[in-house]
């Protein structure tokens, strides 16, 4: 039996924003210590499709479509605008940064899903949501605790973090350990150069 990489296809952040959201975090995390898992700002990446456990050769194959994909896809700009909570403020779970929607970004979503999909992958089957994850609640998290957090977040749920270009899409492996998942790059896909 071919050994499974569990894996995802990603938009990585710009270093300038990373730094930005490693900074948010840590104000939080000074103010609100317990009951919130931070995602690490080095870990911090769009999902674009969750693959899940694949071989090898699913790999090699997905490897080929973001070959291709790249090659036809020009860099673009995004915005990362305003702080939500799914599924919801009053039942946070996962407390994320969002992102304006580009045409750029949907098609290259529809893109991935569809291609992927020919070589066995389920789709997302739901409408995209472009997000950033910055820290997802505990399970034992004190309630009055989170309530205080997310109506603290509330009054700047409309900030603009800054603007930068995606100029590459990739393949990373998630290994799970203890203190959160490591990510680690198996393929990197540059845009074409316009």
């Not at 674009?48 to 896809?73: C, H, M, P, W």
Request: charged letters at 25%; aromatic letters at 10%.
């Amino acid at each position: 039996m071919e050994d499974k990489i569990r894996s995802f296809i990603a938009l990585e952040l710009s270093l300038e924003i990373r730094k930005l959201l490693k900074d948010l975090a840590l104000k939080y995390q000074t103010t609100y210590p317990n009951g919130l898992r931070w995602v690490r700002s080095e870990c911090i990446h769009m999902t674009i499709k969750f693959l899940g456990d694949a071989t090898i050769t699913q790999l090699e194959y997905v490897a080929q479509i973001l070959e291709r994909i790249s090659q036809n896809t020009s860099p673009f700009r995004i915005e990362i605008s305003g702080i939500g909570s799914f599924p919801s403020w009053t039942r946070p779970r996962t407390i994320w940064i969002g992102v304006k929607p580009v045409t750029e970004l949907a098609a290259l979503y529809l893109q991935v899903d569809e291609e992927t999909v020919k070589i066995g992958f389920p789709s997302e089957g739901k409408r995209f949501s472009p997000h950033f994850t910055l820290c997802r609640v505990s399970n034992d998290a004190d309630p009055l605790i989170i309530s205080s957090f997310t109506n603290e977040l509330q009054t700047i749920r409309s900030r603009l973090f800054g603007a930068m270009i995606i100029k590459r899409i990739v393949l990373l492996k998630s290994h799970l350990q203890r203190g959160g998942s490591v990510y680690t790059p198996i393929s990197v896909y540059p845009f074409r150069e316009q």
